[in-house]
């Protein structure tokens, strides 16, 4: 096998992370991303890396080294939940992911990728990662970003039932809301942490949402937030584990609400908390989520004896080792 380790999306968020462990390990990294206009270089600044791929020639360049790779790990998506043009969600998440599965198959490569709990839709089938094709028929993704990653998460389900052949060793993770440095040029995706940061350094006031639901207060909307350094660890892993493969859930398997998150965040900064609610948009106001938590067993049970930070632990390293930071960036 190869000494090549194939990052794709490895100049976004969660990949530059990955990127960035890897290069502290030493191994040999290669990127295959856009890296567009702006700050989205600094991600992967810091570490070293043996070659950078467009993804426009990630087939040929497949074609070329299929020798060479020893693992692949998938981030390579559009992410935003709120992209609407299928067709380029096809072309970005959906296509990309099945060729480097099939590559992965035929030469024998261990192959992660990520999925996400947007995968549940309203989480009104639960939140437990079963990989059986019934078990995924009954999920209903709100968004087309969701819909993308579970069509592939089916795909998996139907190859396996079929007996067809998969990589030796995969995983797919069904990321929860990952929060952490590097997810700077994520805009509006960008975590509720990351996003008020900057008023709550300048001592003003953050505004959540409305809760438009009567069994939650203001701000009790909750959610499953993991650090993404906890997510880089499980990956790391399941590379030291090869024989481990499946679809797993990647949250804490604790909910906790957008309120504690806040307050974290002024905890961390040492100012005192104040926190303003806003209704939520009419237009996400229908495919709004109000409770996710990870069922973490499969994992567990899979052999990962790994710790996963507390809302508050997560929050106070983000934001003293990198928020307020001249150089955020990990």
């Known amino acids: 096998m190869g000494s090549l380790i194939l990052v794709t999306g490895g100049a976004g968020f969660i990949g530059s992370n990955i ?38 020639e990630l087939e040929s360049w497949l074609n070329k080294n299929d020798s060479r790779i020893g693992s692949i790990i998938h981030m390579g998506a559009i992410s935003a939940t709120t992209e609407t043009d299928g067709d380029l969600i096809l072309k970005r998440n959906f296509r990309p ?24 839709g309203d989480g009104a089938a639960g939140f437990d990662d079963d990989q059986s094709e019934a078990a995924l028929g009954k999920l209903q993704p709100l968004n087309l970003y969701g819909w993308s990653k579970h069509a592939f998460d089916k795909f998996v389900a139907r190859e396996l039932s079929r007996g067809a052949m998969t990589p030796p060793q995969w995983a797919g993770l069904k990321f929860f809301n990952v929060y952490g440095p590097n997810e700077y040029h994520k805009g509006g995706m960008k975590s509720v942490i990351a996003q008020c940061y900057p008023k709550v350094a300048a001592g003003e ?35 030291d584990n090869p024989k481990v493969s499946g679809l797993f859930n990647l949250g804490t398997g604790k909910a906790r609400s957008f309120r504690d ?44 004896g790994g710790n996963f930070r ?17 150089d955020p960036y990990r």
């Open 261 to 304: 998150l806040a307050r974290a965040v002024f905890a961390a900064a040492d100012k005192p908390s104040q926190i303003l609610y806003v209704d939520t948009p009419i237009e996400i106001r229908d495919k709004y989520q109000y409770f996710t938590e990870a069922n973490m067993q499969k994992l567990r049970a899979a052999g990962f």
């Open 310 to 326: 507390s809302l508050e632990d997560g929050i106070s390293d983000y934001v003293t080792n990198y928020l307020a930071k001249d």
């Open 97 to 120: 992911t099945k060729l480097l599965w099939r590559f992965a198959a035929d030469n024998g490569v261990p192959f992660i990728y990520a999925s996400s709990a947007a995968t549940y």
């Open 205 to 239: 006031a953050v505004t959540l949402f409305k809760s438009h639901n009567p069994d939650y207060e203001d701000g009790g909307q909750l959610r499953d937030f993991v650090y993404v350094k906890d997510c880089v660890d499980v990956i790391l892993w399941l590379l």
């Open 19 to 56: 990127v960035a462990a890897l290069s502290e390990r030493g191994e040999k990294i290669v990127i295959c991303d856009w890296l567009e206009q702006g700050d989205k270089w600094k991600n992967i600044a810091k570490s070293t890396i043996a070659d950078f791929i467009d993804p426009d």
